[in-house]
């Protein structure tokens, strides 16, 4: 399965009001590579994600995610195979239920109802809120949203996930718990975030995106621990790497 | 030193703005629909015909009748009873909405002022019969409209809609409010908020600063809608919603449905009440 690839040249996008969101990003990410994007406010990542679900289309350059590269004709087939999960998922959880918004994608996608009700338990089963099935969607706590947002993407069997700050709004235990939950999955990730901590925790290579390029790509544990480059970027190296607060060591 | 002005703030008072309480009361309606009695299992699309029927019966009535309309009052008390349905708060939601039934009503007895009823030595005007005609109306239709909707859920009246042949794009439209009318309430509570905690003596609290605040929420709204579409694409929807059908209109919907339309043909078409009546008159007389 060495297609599941993510392969972007050159890639640029401006919008019609004129801002350069993207002006030169390149990059190889392999199956099973768990990548973090970080950045300042505005620096283009946001931009970037809605070009890896096709939302965008590459304004100059290439993009490639899996075996189509990303033009109005191979959109719905990437979307097949991106499972994208939204900063707020209130914005995600559209459907009345649990059940019927892990359903959606599944049901989309022509698959058979028996099957559909096996994939929509297990995969909330993997997120653990199975006991959550029947539960209407507005009357779940954050963490809770949050395991259900990456049930209703997981249940369309996605090769590469895409994450757009998923502690973003957590308490620490759930922020915890999320961060075991993605690290049990085999699934190439590519997450875009500023808890630089979680970054550590899961992607084992991290790009800094800055104004719109690429300013650093490389281990995570040599970029976040590069104070330099992170202060340049308008980013601070992760609380793990900082001193202790009393003694300063 | 005399005349100490005591300082407003002595005073706390809790204020929860408008638009949270109603949230709250519509979010106890939601809460009610979640209970698992057997009434809430049947299937939607009986309970749903089931009412419909009986509203149209209801209000098939001539504009004088009022004591075949009194066995009707069965339908909705077996709904909150068997439902587990608190009937203060239904009462309380038909007095709320009476006013409208109300203003039909009330001139009927001055415009119809021909006696047809005597009880004793008063008679009773024509215009006072329709007016009470027209409230028991109310009451009875508005009584299991609500009940139905406590007893069987917003979302899944939208779905039976959508399968009993509704057009798919008005039960979509009903479902997607539904879903979003908490959170966009609650958008528009957080902002009455933020503005009343920067509003002092009166001022920033006028007409002036609702248009921009609802400018600014109707913005929102389109933003949400956006990254909403964006999510659903994502997901592959294509125009259509496909929900997976978790009710099976079985046996007991059939009896459910079939019982309760005889029940109230029968009451259409006899009275009732005035049976009762001559059979408790004739054991005593």
Redesign the interface.
């Given at each position: 399965m060495s297609h599941h690839i993510v392969q972007a040249e050159n890639l640029a996008y401006t919008y019609p009001d004129g801002n350069k969101a993207l002006k030169n990003i390149s990059f190889l990410i392999t199956h099973g590579e768990s990548v973090a994007f970080v950045g300042a406010n505005g620096a283009g990542k946001s931009t970037l994600l809605m070009h890896l679900?096709g939302?965008l289309l590459p304004g100059k350059g290439f993009l490639r995610i899996g075996d189509f590269p990303l033009t109005r004709e191979t959109v719905?087939n990437i979307?097949?195979s991106?499972?994208?999960v939204?900063q707020?998922s209130?914005?995600?959880l559209?459907?009345?239920?649990v059940?019927?918004d892990v359903?959606?994608?599944p049901?989309?996608?022509g698959l058979p109802?028996d099957i559909?009700?096996g994939k929509v338990k297990s995969t909330l089963e993997t997120v653990g809120a199975l006991h959550l099935i029947n539960?209407?969607?507005?009357?779940l706590s954050g963490g809770e949203k949050r395991s259900v947002a990456i049930a209703?993407?997981l249940s369309?069997s996605p090769d590469i996930l895409v994450m757009d700050e998923p502690t973003s709004n957590l308490d620490p235990k759930a922020r915890r718990r999320l961060i075991e939950l993605l690290k049990s999955f085999k699934h190439t990730k590519i997450i875009a975030t500023h808890d630089l901590d979680m970054a550590l925790d899961l992607c084992e290579r991290t790009i800094i995106i800055r104004e719109g390029e690429v300013a650093a790509d490389g281990r995570s544990i040599d970029i976040l621990n590069n104070k330099s480059l992170l202060s340049e970027s308008n980013l601070e190296k992760p609380l793990r790497f900082q001193g202790c607060p009393v003694c300063g060591a | 030193m005399a005349g100490i002005t005591i300082p407003a703030i002595y005073f706390p008072e809790i204020i929860i703005s408008k638009i949270e309480s109603s949230l709250q009361s519509l979010g106890y309606m939601?809460l009610l629909s979640?209970q698992d009695t057997a009434l809430h299992k049947i299937d939607p699309r009986a309970k749903f015909i089931t009412s419909l029927f009986f509203i149209l019966t209801v209000v098939s009535f001539g504009k004088y009748e009022i004591s075949m309309l009194m066995p009707f009052v069965f339908y909705p008390v077996f709904l909150l009873t068997a439902g587990n349905i608190p009937a203060g708060y239904i009462l309380k939601k038909i007095l709320y909405v009476s006013p409208f039934a109300f203003m039909i009503g009330v001139f009927n007895p001055f415009f119809d002022q021909n006696v047809i009823l005597h009880l004793g030595n008063t008679g009773i005007s024509g215009g006072w019969i329709s007016f009470i005609s027209i409230m028991l109306r109310f009451a009875l239709t508005v009584s299991t409209a609500l009940a139905l909707i406590a007893c069987t859920?917003f979302?899944n009246i939208c779905f039976a809609l959508n399968r009993l042949g509704a057009p798919k794009i008005f039960a979509v439209q009903l479902?997607?409010l539904?879903?979003?009318i908490?959170?966009m309430a609650e958008e528009a509570a957080r902002m009455v908020r933020a503005r009343n905690l920067r509003s002092f003596n009166g001022k920033g609290k006028g007409i002036k600063t609702y248009g921009p605040l609802l400018g600014n929420l109707l913005l929102r709204t389109i933003n949400?809608a956006e990254?909403?579409h964006?999510?659903?694409?994502?997901?592959?929807?294509?125009g259509n919603i496909?929900?997976?059908?978790?009710y099976k209109f079985g046996l007991r919907e059939l009896f459910f449905v079939s019982g309760w339309i005889s029940l109230f043909l029968i009451f259409r078409f006899i009275n009732i009440s005035q049976l009762a009546g001559i059979l408790v008159t004739g054991l005593f007389i």
């Open positions: 679900n939302h719905q979307r097949r991106v499972g994208m939204f707020e209130d914005d995600q559209f459907m009345p239920t059940y019927d359903a959606f994608g049901l989309n996608m109802a559909v009700d539960r209407p969607s507005h009357r209703t993407v369309m | 939601d979640y859920g979302n479902l997607f539904y879903r979003y908490f959170v949400r990254r909403i964006l999510a659903m694409i994502c997901r592959g929807f294509d496909r929900i997976m059908n978790k």
